[in-house]
């Protein structure tokens, strides 16, 4: 039967891309790292690594048994942080995975309000450009929490958390949008240069999509992979920008206007089967405080003018 120790040689070896390194980062000799992998070869029934003149590559076996080894692996760290855990919720780690748009937005409010009941509790945050690549990382055991769009195909829990809006963001002097106007008609714009998202960044679909459903394909005028970064460039001139409204900070001086037709994006948290009490705590904070949209951009878009053709 595999072991964890077997599962952890593994994925040293890989990560390491050397036997050699890998012992020495594991303080055992080679001989023992190379029998425990074969071992674990022969339980599996196949070959793992292909052993190469001066690293190693994953066979296709490999590759597959790779994602559930870091689970595992994963898995027995928060149990053994579980039963050091003495007073329920009050310390231990959560680790939590999400898209950096989240990060900026939803995120952080939650965060602060769970600080406040659970100050003993650390949080580990990994942050992922795309939808794919936090369901990829959330698959390997990267975290006890995913929060994002809803991922395809999860075989475990998934938690509706809201919908977010999106929004256009022009610079206040833009002359496309009279100053009553709180929509947009997106065909309006189809000339405009885009303040874009570097094509690994998963709002740069987001935004292709909304354009191809008005008709056009967006121009960029500068590209950014940081989400933090377009609604000030879009304000500074650069172009137009479609974000999602909880990244906006307050006394933000661009223009915000909701797009027509609208831009949503549905929220989640997810999580693999047989979440412990404190992932499913946190959940349920994200579930109280998750802000889609927030109050000061809530306000800016109060009026129901369209800015159309």
């Known amino acids: 039967m595999s072991t964890l120790r077997q599962f952890e040689y593994l994925v040293a070896v890989v990560d390491e891309g050397s036997f050699t390194r ?22 599996v029934g196949g070959p793992l690594l292909e052993r190469l003149a001066r690293s190693v590559r994953l066979t296709p076996m490999g590759r597959a048994l790779l994602p559930h080894a870091r689970a595992a692996l994963a898995d027995a760290e928060r149990a053994r942080l579980a039963a050091r855990q ?3 919720l009050e310390s231990g780690e959560l680790r939590l995975a999400t898209v950096y748009s989240v990060s900026l937005g939803v995120l952080p ?6 600080r406040r009941q659970h100050s003993g ?24 929490l995913a929060v994002g769009p809803p991922p395809s195909d999860w075989d475990g829990p998934v938690h509706a958390l809201g919908v977010e809006e999106f929004v256009v963001v022009l610079p206040p002097e833009d002359p496309v949008a009279d100053e009553n106007a709180t929509r947009i008609d997106l065909a309006m714009l189809s000339g405009h240069g885009w303040v874009h998202y570097s094509q ?7 935004l292709d999509q909304a354009c191809a459903s008005a008709g056009f394909q967006p121009q960029a005028a500068v590209r950014t992979e940081q989400t933090a970064a377009a609604p000030m460039l879009a304000a500074a001139g650069l172009g137009s920008a479609l974000v999602p409204a909880n990244i906006i900070p307050p006394h933000f ?43 000061h951009v809530r306000r800016r878009l109060g009026s129901s003018a369209v800015v159309s053709r």
């Not at 990994?126 to 975290?143: I, P, S, V, Y």
């Open 86 to 88: 003495a007073s329920g």
């Open 200 to 206: 690994e960044n998963g709002l740069a679909e987001v």
């Open 109 to 114: 409010p939650v965060l602060r309000a769970w």
């Open 253 to 295: 001086d661009g223009r915000l206007l909701r797009p027509d037709p609208p831009v949503h994006r549905t929220l989640t948290a997810y999580t693999r089967r047989g979440a412990d009490p404190l992932t499913t705590a946190f959940i349920d904070a994200l579930a109280r405080k998750a802000v889609v949209l927030p109050d």
């Open 121 to 144: 509790v650390q949080i580990r945050l990994f942050e992922h450009r795309h939808t794919a690549e936090l369901k990829a990382a959330m698959t390997a055991g990267q975290a006890d």
């Open 22 to 43: 890998a012992a020495e980062l594991l303080h055992v000799t080679q001989p023992a790292l190379s029998h425990q992998v074969r071992a674990l070869e022969r339980d």
